[in-house]
């Protein structure tokens, strides 16, 4: 088992912190997992038990624990790394995790656009979209919650029942030939509603991630969606070039 070095420059707690870490990544500590008690932690390592609380709460800020009173600290799960360096999407991302990836289609219909909704589609009041609500899970765990509204003009015969079984961006792209351009989000943290948490399965209050999307082809904008993320589960990797 790897020593904490004392003579080290490096802090005793950033050591443990850093033996601890390596544990949790390579699997020997797993998810939901306890780990070691602070006296546990004193007598393999020979260090006080201050150096260890120190360790174990910073691991849980980094998220790699959680801290339960009374209870002990038990290995956190892992938060899913939603890559935004380009325009991605739920399935694609979830799958470069070897995640399998699953769909519940809450709702489908055909509506005319309000002032409201014209404004955020940038078409005339009256134009007929899709609307439909979807929450998508990750490995049987409900992650994300997603409302999109796309123009019936750009996608006829559009067929809701491959939004179970696929990947709404490869149906855009593979059967109506839409070719992405930009997109534009938003990100904002919410308390998640209770309609919310219902589905999401988390507490009302638990905190979320809401996000607002645009996505182009061309100048023409072909979806307008909105969706509720699981704060505790979601962590958005952004790359600025």
């Known amino acids: 088992m790897a020593?904490?070095?004392?003579?080290?420059?490096?802090?005793?707690?950033?050591?443990l912190m850093d033996l601890l870490i390596?544990?949790?990544e390579k699997g020997e500590l797993a998810e939901g997992e306890k780990i070691p008690s602070e006296r546990e932690l004193c007598d393999m390592h020979e260090i006080s038990r201050a150096t260890v609380r120190q360790a174990v709460?910073?691991?849980e800020?980094?998220?790699?624990?959680?801290i339960y009173k009374g209870k002990g600290s038990y290995v956190a799960d892992r938060s899913l790394k939603q890559e935004m360096s380009g325009i991605y999407g739920f399935t694609a991302s979830m799958k470069s995790l070897d995640k399998t990836v699953s769909t519940k289609l809450v709702d489908f219909s055909e509506v005319e656009c309000d002032s409201r909704l014209a404004r955020k589609m940038q078409c005339e009041e009256g134009t007929k979209v899709y609307r439909f609500t979807r929450v998508r899970y990750a490995d049987n765990e409900p992650m994300l919650i997603v409302t999109t509204h796309l123009p019936c003009f750009r996608f006829p015969d559009f067929d809701a029942t491959k939004l179970v079984s696929?990947?709404?961006y490869a149906m855009m792209r593979e059967i109506h030939g839409v070719?992405?351009?930009?997109?534009?989000e938003t990100l904002k943290s919410v308390s998640v509603r209770s309609d919310e948490a219902e589905l999401l399965q988390v507490q009302?209050?638990?905190?979320g991630m809401k996000i607002d999307r645009y996505t182009y082809e061309k100048e023409q904008l072909v979806e307008y969606a909105f969706g509720i993320a699981r704060g505790d589960k979601?962590?958005?990797h952004i790359e600025l070039k």
């Open 3 to 15: 020593k904490i070095d004392k003579s080290s420059r490096i802090p005793a707690y950033v050591q």
């Open 22 to 24: 390596a544990q949790i």
């Open 57 to 59: 709460h910073e691991l």
């Open 61 to 66: 800020k980094d998220g790699y624990l959680l």
């Open 166 to 168: 696929g990947s709404l």
């Open 179 to 184: 070719n992405f351009t930009r997109a534009r």
């Open 204 to 207: 009302a209050g638990a905190p």
């Open 234 to 236: 979601f962590q958005y």
